[in-house]
T-cell receptor, first 115, second 107 residues
Framework: EAEVAQSPRYKITEKSQAVAFWCDPI?????LYWYRQILGQGPELLVQ????????DSQLPKDRFSAERLKGVDSTLKIQPAELGDSAMYLC?????????????FGPGTRLTVT | KNEVEQSPQNLTAQEGEFITINCSYS?????LHWLQQHPGGGIVSLFM???GKKKHGRLIATINIQEKHSSLHITASHPRDSAVYIC?????????FGEGTQLTVNP
């Protein structure tokens, strides 16, 4: 069964350092989402891509976060510089398309700890 | 007030008990999702529904659009059902998530 892949699974970094996460969605899925989940809370959307275009990045802290999906397939989320408050689970999800209520398929997540 | 409210926040049950988790929302939606998250973080979609009721094995999800309310039921609960259950509502192309219900089923 096809799955969303994410790496790394765990990342420990010092504050002010740069960190990057990678996501490979299910093949053929046009829509890709990056979420941040703080412990004890539900996921919060950071950015949504439709193919290579950003559809929604209203919740992305653009002073330190960036995301790209250059060829409309895999995606990278970067934080520079990392802050203590960025410690969270970063989840990637994909769905066949946007607009219609398709299910989202989630990856295993990357747990980030900033020290 | 959050757009999506779940109750209870924490639930402990004995194996075999019937479980109900509730979700209320305050906006117009096109669909509601129930998700399961195990320790370690991976999220699995259980149901997506926009009306009525869906059943899969021991899990049942219902939604009342007029009352803006959904419930997730687990019959004959088992320790392997222990997880966080998250309600999410779809508004446009965006999902808004509740904070989750931590379910622990003891043997």
């Amino acid at each position: 069964e096809a799955e969303v892949a994410q790496s790394p699974r765990y990342k420990i970094t010092e504050k002010s350092q740069a960190v990057a996460f990678w996501c490979d969605p299910i093949s053929g899925h046009a829509t890709l989402y990056w979420y941040r989940q703080i412990l004890g809370q539900g996921p919060e959307l950071l950015v949504q891509f439709q193919d290579e275009s950003v559809v929604d990045d209203s919740q992305l802290p653009k002073d330190r976060f960036s995301a790209e999906r250059l060829k409309g397939v895999d995606s990278t989320l970067k934080i520079q510089p990392a802050e203590l408050g960025d410690s969270a689970m970063y989840l990637c999800a994909s769905s066949p398309t946007t607009g219609l209520p398709y299910e989202q398929y989630f990856g295993p997540g990357t747990r980030l700890t900033v020290t | 007030k959050n757009e999506v409210e779940q109750s209870p926040q924490n639930l402990t049950a004995q194996e075999g008990e019937f479980i109900t988790i509730n979700c209320s929302y305050s906006v117009g939606i096109s669909a509601l999702h129930w998700l399961q998250q195990h320790p370690g973080g991976g999220i699995v979609s259980l149901f997506m529904l926009s009306s009525g009721k869906k059943k899969h094995g021991r899990l049942i999800a219902t939604i009342n659009i007029q009352e803006k309310h959904s419930s997730l039921h687990i019959t004959a609960s088992h320790p392997r059902d222990s997880a966080v259950y998250i309600c999410a509502v779809r508004v446009g192309s965006r999902l808004t998530f509740g904070e989750g219900t931590q379910l622990t089923v003891n043997p």
